[in-house]
């Protein structure tokens, strides 16, 4: 078997992980996790969810010339969450960042008075948000926009719950003219069942990375074990034009957690991201992604490697 060939030797974690931590806030914060990420004035910028002591999460800006050091943290202009909202009663998490024309669009999590729901800010700076709603109510999180849309219409892939005939949380894709109604809901990709890594639960990790082969998608499986759930990521292609239509997904798992960040924290055993960079030579791939609700880590990839493993495992 070569090395490409396993999926173990597919991402490369930096030798530096973690890369940010509650510690290097400049104010006292519980833990930093799941950043979104985009690229901003030849910088990676990272929105980042930080876990303040009250339990709450709000979104802060860092930045980083070359996205692994000398990160400054922007406390000035931070998300927080409308406690005295409904919908962002208990704090907001998990951004992902997608650029769709000359805004950058922020899905995240509003952790509202009746459950986890999907909430849409977008921006033009990073300095100031401009709060455009829920986009789909409890419970539904681990959702993002596509880039462009097909044919007029926006597109969202989105993780809803449901409790019957048992509790199954798939991943769906809905679709919108106004980034405010949305209908033609589809299953996208299904957890599947029984022993499999990605039973039961599954949800998107960064949004969707377009390629010259499909659109990638990474996401999450959870296994539930009698040491608790272990988070790892697998990987899926849509077709371009035609996105719910899905080319191939990831038989095994690509990254799990295994480093000792990965492996101890608030959480143990979990890999979060929320997002990925394509460096300029069109192959490099850093994920960024939280550490057992702790810390935010990089691994990368080539991603002519990824599609090329894909294609000899799909399921
Ligand atoms: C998920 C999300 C993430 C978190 C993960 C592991 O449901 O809430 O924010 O990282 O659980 O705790």
């Known amino acids: 078997m070569s090395q490409a060939s396993r999926s173990a030797e597919l991402f490369e974690r930096y030798a530096g992980n973690p890369v940010l931590t509650a510690g290097d806030w400049p ?33 802060c800006i860092a930045r980083s010339g070359d996205g692994l050091e000398g990160w400054t943290i922007d406390a000035d202009h931070r998300l927080l969450p409308e406690v005295d909202s409904e919908t962002e009663r208990y704090g907001i998490e998990d951004p992902r960042v997608t650029l769709c024309g000359d805004e950058y669009m922020v899905v995240y999590t509003g952790y509202s ?47 809803p719950v449901a409790v019957a005939p048992r509790q199954m949380a798939h991943i769906w894709l809905s679709w919108s003219p106004d980034l405010h109604f949305w209908g033609d809901h589809t299953v996208l990709i299904p957890a599947r069942e ?13 949004p969707p990375l377009e390629t010259e082969r499909g659109w990638l998608l990474l996401y999450h499986g959870v296994r539930v074990t009698a040491a608790g759930a272990l988070y790892r990521l697998g990987l899926a292609l849509l077709d371009l034009e035609h996105p719910e239509r899905v080319l191939a997904r990831s038989s095994e798992w690509v990254f799990g957690p295994q480093a000792s960040y990965e492996l101890a924290g ?9 997002g990925w960079t394509l460096g300029d030579d069109g192959d490099t791939i850093r994920i ?15 991603l002519a490697a990824l599609l090329d493993w894909l294609e000899r495992h799909s399921s």
Do not use: Q
């Not at 709603?133 to 596509?146: C, I, Q, R």
């Not at 992604?289 to 080539?302: H, L, R």
């Open 194 to 206: 029984g022993g499999w890594w990605d039973a039961n639960k599954v949800g998107l990790g960064p």
């Open 266 to 274: 608030d959480v143990p055993a979990v890999v979060f991201p929320c």
């Open 113 to 159: 008075s009746h459950g986890p729901l999907v909430r849409l800010a977008s921006t033009c700076d990073f300095k100031t948000f401009e709060r455009r709603g829920t986009l789909m109510p409890p419970e539904d999180k681990d959702a993002a926009l596509f880039p462009h849309t097909f044919d007029g219409r926006f597109a969202l892939i989105h993780r």
């Open 27 to 59: 104010y006292t914060v519980n833990a930093v996790f799941n950043p979104g990420v985009t690229r901003l004035n030849a910088e990676t910028l990272l929105v980042v969810r930080v876990e303040d002591r009250t339990g709450l999460s709000h979104l």
């Open 288 to 302: 960024y992604y939280g550490a057992s609700d702790t810390s935010i880590c990089v691994a990368t990839a080539s």
